[in-house]
Each structure stands twice: as structure tokens, then as C-alpha cells.
């Protein structure tokens, strides 16, 4: 993986995005190692280590399988709350490597993602994410993804969108 550039990295998570936007999620979910975790801490507002996300709550921890039946859930139109399907953007910025092996790569990005439901919903959120690709055949895949909202109070309804 010492080889990986920062510019497959970023064409990387943008395509994840693409996919995420024109809500292929089917394809979303084969960009993830079987092994794959996707973990989103909830954000405490603390007095001491006020960045550090906690520990022990999450909106969600999902492996490649939970994640797998959440996607099947979104093409059965019985999510009430994608009914009707929320419109994203994705927008990744701030595309950092972190740290290299010969097997994976640690990667920190910035997220924005715009959520329009409706004609009165409107959700933005905004946070960082960390991931750790892996190559598998060939292609790069998400091993671990944990998703760092900047919000300690979530403003949306719900989180049925992936960030």
C-alpha cells in the first residue's frame, strides 16, 4: 500500500460519494472488505478532551452484514423514513493519509453531506470520517470506517443516509 497516492485515495472516497448521491447502494456496499466495520460514536460535549468522541453510545456499528440488510431495507419501500427517498450530496474534502503498511492505509477526510426530503426537510451534516483501506484483488476496499459528526445534538429526525 506504500504505493497508494493521495489521488487514488480521493478518486476513491469521490466515487464512494457518486454512488452514496445517485443512491447505488448496493455498489456503495461492495466498496467495503468482508471483514468492513462502519461505526458512528455519538458526540458528548465534555469539559476535558472535548474532541474525543465517546465511547460507549453510537447512532450505529454496523459490519458488512448489518450494513447489508440496512441496504436491502432501502429497495423494499417499507424505510418509512426514505419514503420518499431522501436527495444527498456528498461533498469530501481535506483528503489527509495518516499512516501506510504494506497492507493498509489510514485516511482522514471531511465530510459534508446535504440531505433534502420533501419539501420542508433539510438536513446538513457535517463531521470527519477515518478510514482504513484495504487492497482486496486488486481494488480498494473500507475495512473500518468510523464517522465523527461535528454536532453533539443531532438536528436531524433520523440518520437514514450513509455519511
Do not use: C
Not at 453510537?58 to 458488512?64: A, E, L, R, W
Amino acid at each position: 500500500m506504500a504505493d497508494l497516492g493521495r489521488d487514488e485515495i480521493e478518486d476513491f472516497l469521490y466515487h464512494e460519494a457518486e454512488l452514496l448521491d445517485e443512491r447505488r447502494f448496493r455498489e456503495w456496499l461492495e466498496l467495503f472488505a468482508d471483514d468492513g466495520h462502519y461505526w458512528m460514536p455519538v458526540r458528548e460535549n465534555r469539559l476535558t478532551n472535548p474532541d474525543e468522541a465517546a465511547q460507549e453510545n453510537s447512532y450505529f456499528d454496523d459490519t458488512k452484514a448489518t450494513l447489508g440488510l440496512r441496504v436491502e431495507r432501502l429497495y423494499t419501500g417499507t424505510a418509512w423514513a426514505e419514503l420518499p427517498p431522501s436527495r444527498t450530496r456528498h461533498l469530501i474534502s481535506n483528503v489527509r493519509i495518516k499512516r501506510q503498511s504494506d497492507s493498509e492505509i489510514e485516511v482522514q477526510s471531511n465530510f459534508l453531506v446535504y440531505r433534502t426530503r420533501l419539501e420542508h426537510d433539510r438536513d446538513i451534516f457535517v463531521g470527519t470520517r477515518a478510514d482504513v483501506l484495504r487492497r482486496i484483488d486488486g481494488r480498494l476496499k473500507i475495512a473500518r470506517r468510523t464517522v465523527v459528526l461535528d454536532e453533539a445534538v443531532l438536528g436531524a429526525k433520523n440518520i437514514r443516509v450513509f455519511l
